[in-house]
C-alpha cells in the first residue's frame, strides 16, 4: 500500500463547478499535511497547510480527518486558472525522519470554458 | 524572496557516465530533499538531509548517493547512470519544525542515452 494515495484523475470540470480532491495515507504517526498545486513543467508550491479543525483560504477548503486517515480539498466556484495537479503532502517527524515529505501521485484538474 | 537553485535545467548524458546534480538554497533551511518525477508515478523520495553530513534513504535510493558538506548545499550523485535513470530530478529545502512549507528548485530533466 502506498504511504499516500489520491483520487485517480483527470477531473475535467466546467468553470464555476465544485470539485473535490480526497487523499488517504497509511502512516498514523504523521504530523503534518499539505496541498501543493504544480503547474504544467513547474515546480510544486504550497497551496495550503491542512489542520484537523478544518482551514479555508478564499475558495478553498481543506479538511483533515485523523481517526480516518483522510484529508480533502474542496474547490469551490472553478477558474480556468485553477487547471494545474494538486498533490497532497504528508509528513512525519520521529528519530532521524527530519520532516520527510511524503507526496500522493497528484491529481491532474482542467477547469473549461 | 527565498530560493532553491538547481545547477542544470536539462541535461543528457551516456550511460555509465558519472552524474552530479547540485542543489544550492539560501534560507538555512535545515532539511533538503531529492525527488523524482515520473508521470503517473508522482514526486518519490530518493533521498533526504536534515542536518551537515546526515543523510537518510526515501523509498528509492538504489542507484544514487548524496552529499552534504555545507548547510546550503545538497548533492545527488548517480553513480552509473543508466537508462531507467531519465526523469524530472526535483531539489527541495525547508525548516525543521513541524508543518514548514518546502520550496522546490525549477528542476533538472535528466535524459540518459
Not at chain 2, 537553485?5 to 539560501?26: A, H, I, M, N, P
Not at chain 2, 535510493?61 to 547512470?81: D, M, N, T
Request: contains cysteine.
Amino acid at each position: 500500500r502506498k504511504e499516500v494515495e489520491q483520487d485517480p484523475g483527470p477531473f475535467n470540470v466546467p468553470e464555476g463547478a465544485t470539485v473535490a480532491f480526497n487523499c488517504t495515507y497509511s502512516n498514523s504517526a504523521s504530523q503534518s499535511f499539505f496541498w501543493y498545486r504544480q503547474d504544467c513543467r513547474k515546480e510544486p508550491k504550497l497551496l495550503m497547510s491542512v489542520y484537523s479543525s478544518g482551514n479555508e483560504d478564499g475558495r478553498f477548503t481543506a479538511q483533515l480527518n485523523r481517526a480516518s486517515q483522510y484529508i480533502s480539498l474542496l474547490i469551490r466556484d472553478s477558474k480556468l486558472s485553477d487547471s494545474a495537479t494538486y498533490l497532497c503532502v504528508v509528513a512525519g517527524w520521529g528519530y532521524n525522519q527530519g520532516g520527510k515529505l511524503i507526496f500522493g501521485q497528484g491529481t491532474e484538474l482542467s477547469v473549461k470554458p | 524572496d527565498v530560493k532553491v537553485t538547481q545547477s542544470s535545467r536539462y541535461l543528457v548524458k551516456r550511460t555509465g557516465e558519472k552524474v552530479f546534480l547540485e542543489c544550492v538554497q539560501d534560507m538555512d533551511h535545515e532539511n533538503m530533499f531529492w525527488y523524482r518525477q515520473d508521470p503517473g508515478l508522482g514526486l518519490r523520495l530518493i533521498y533526504f538531509s536534515y542536518d551537515v553530513k546526515m543523510k537518510e534513504k526515501g523509498d528509492i535510493p538504489e542507484g544514487y548517493s548524496v552529499s552534504r558538506e555545507k548547510k546550503e548545499r545538497f548533492s545527488l550523485i548517480l553513480e552509473s547512470a543508466s537508462t531507467n535513470q531519465t526523469s524530472m530530478y526535483l531539489c527541495a529545502s525547508s525548516q525543521l519544525q513541524v508543518g514548514s512549507e518546502a520550496f522546490f528548485g525549477q528542476g533538472t530533466r535528466l535524459t540518459v542515452v
